[in-house]
């Protein structure tokens, strides 16, 4: 089973968490080999690559993201699974920061943004999006 979108379930749990701290994002994404528009998208069939579709998502979704506040505070290239499935691989990784979920919020449902994610839809095979609370790392290793 793949995951492009939240489910409603999965909305409503995020909008049950409180709205006005900071919150971390962990995106894992897998690309399409190709983007998949739908036919009345105008990069229908223009033979774009997944990762040029993401690109696109990145370059017309930027704007809003960091006009929000929010801003990309890690990123890596995934290069093997060590602990889980051997089947599980990522093509990109990153953590995007928030002022608060009030922000994601207003970045999801504002009508430009709606429009910029078929770019991402388009280009992601399977991906996860976990919320997290930032902590300040403890003296011991993992905490």
Do not use: C
Request: aromatic residues 10%; hydrophobic residues 35%; negative net charge.
């Amino acid at each position: 089973m793949t995951s492009i979108d939240p489910t409603r379930a999965q909305f409503d749990a995020f909008k049950a968490l409180p709205r006005d701290t900071p919150i971390h994002m962990l995106n894992l994404i897998r690309l399409k080999p190709m983007a998949d528009y739908p036919p009345d998208h105008p990069n229908h069939g223009k033979g774009m690559t997944g990762l040029d579709a993401y690109r696109e998502y990145g370059r017309t979704s930027g704007p809003i993201f960091q006009g929000l506040g929010g801003r990309q505070v890690w990123s890596g290239r995934p290069e093997t699974v060590v602990t889980g499935p051997d089947d599980e691989r990522w093509d990109l990784a990153f953590i995007a920061e928030y002022p608060n979920a009030a922000a994601f919020l207003a970045m999801v449902t504002n009508p430009e943004y709606r429009e910029h994610v078929k770019h991402r839809q388009a280009a992601v095979e399977d991906s996860r999006l976990i919320r997290l609370a930032p902590l300040t790392p403890g003296a011991g290793f993992g905490e």
